[in-house]
């Protein structure tokens, strides 16, 4: 899965490479790709307010924070984060504290997207 700063590292050594023309002709081309996402909803800037369910297991909250956090790309790092915390469920620690460690990866990896965006 290609990140989003290898996503911009590779376009932006592509570009660097061009003449001038077609630097333009880029540029050109991706004010046109980006007036073709009319179909498309705009992602959220800050968290989905979610209800929690009182009975809320792990494996659920999981879920509700992916949506609750959608600008948050599920990229490996964040499944394999999530799965480590989920295995502590089976190895016997409460729904309760995993749903809490959970809450806290999803608001840090949030946070790390905002200064991103900056």
């Not at 880029?26 to 929690?52: G, M, V, Y």
């Not at 949506?67 to 964040?78: F, K, N, T, V």
């Amino acid at each position: 899965m290609i990140t989003k700063d290898k996503e911009r590292a590779e376009l932006l050594a592509a570009f660097r490479e061009l003449n001038k023309v077609n630097k333009n002709t880029l540029i050109q081309f991706a004010n046109f790709l980006q007036s073709q996402q009319t179909d498309e909803q705009p992602i959220s800037k800050e968290p989905l307010d979610l209800p929690k369910p009182d009975d809320e297991t792990a494996v659920k909250a999981l879920k509700r924070l992916k949506q609750s956090y959608p600008m948050i790309d599920a990229d490996m790092s964040l499944l394999d984060d999530a799965s480590r915390l989920l295995m502590e469920k089976i190895t016997g620690t409460p729904d309760q504290e995993v749903i809490e460690k959970l809450e806290a990866l999803f608001l840090e990896r949030f946070k790390l997207w905002q200064l991103e965006q900056e």
